[in-house]
């Protein structure tokens, strides 16, 4: 069955070799009337960091720094979005409302704990960012009091899959100014949790 063909030549890995990578060329510089799909990260050319619920919020930081990144998508073990955890979660006051609530330590709080689920994450549309400027996203990201945007994309039965993401810090990066997005509370229990301190 196999006497058609030939043996392939090999040799041995040299020291010091490295190995392909997803990866996506950003323009260094850009202007608030460039094409907003200049400054997004596509998940199609660019390997999306990702956490599961029952890591520790401690695990999450690591593959931050680790990284290079300040969100994490989490996902189940079918590999479906359940929600995202960004360093705002880590570092503000979620771990702490976690250790109180459930009664453990601060290295016993899961990414579940602090992380914003599926339901609660407000996303773009893919056909949106095609048409929109840069502008457009910085202006959606103050509005919005946000870091971080998702885009998602639909198949065609309309299911959505996570695309790409707009990071403020690389925007601001690119056109070379500064961005001050404030996070914002996005319900009333974090409106709440916000006036008792």
């Known amino acids: ?22 990866s996506q060329v950003i323009p260094e510089r850009v ?7 200049m400054v997004m990260t596509d998940l199609k050319y660019v390997g999306a960091v990702i956490v599961q619920p029952h890591d520790t919020a ?9 990284r290079g990144v300040r969100l994490l998508l989490v996902i189940d073990q079918q590999r479906k979005m359940v929600g995202l955890i960004t360093a ?10 976690a250790v109180t ?23 773009l549309d893919l056909r949106d960012v095609h048409s929109a400027k ?13 870091q971080h945007a998702m885009v998602v994309e639909h198949d065609d ?5 996570v695309r790409g993401l707009f990071s403020a810090t690389q925007i601001a990066r690119q056109l070379g100014i500064t961005i001050i997005t404030n ?7 974090e409106i709440e949790s916000l006036l008792a301190h």
Request: glycine fraction near 6%.
């Open 1 to 22: 069955m196999l006497r058609d063909y030939a043996v392939l030549p090999s040799s041995l890995l040299q020291r010091g070799a490295g190995y392909a990578q997803p």
């Open 31 to 37: 202007t608030l009337d460039d094409p907003a799909i």
């Open 58 to 66: 401690d695990e999450a930081n690591r593959r931050m720094i680790q």
């Open 88 to 97: 705002t979660d880590l570092f503000g006051e979620k771990p702490m409302q």
């Open 101 to 123: 609530a459930r009664g453990c330590r601060r290295e016993d709080v899961l990414v579940r704990d602090i992380m914003t689920p599926q339901e609660r994450l407000e996303v």
């Open 134 to 146: 840069v502008g457009h996203v910085v202006a959606t990201l103050k509005k919005a009091g946000r």
């Open 157 to 161: 039965r309309s299911r959505q899959t």
């Open 183 to 189: 996070e914002v509370a996005r319900t009333f229990s």
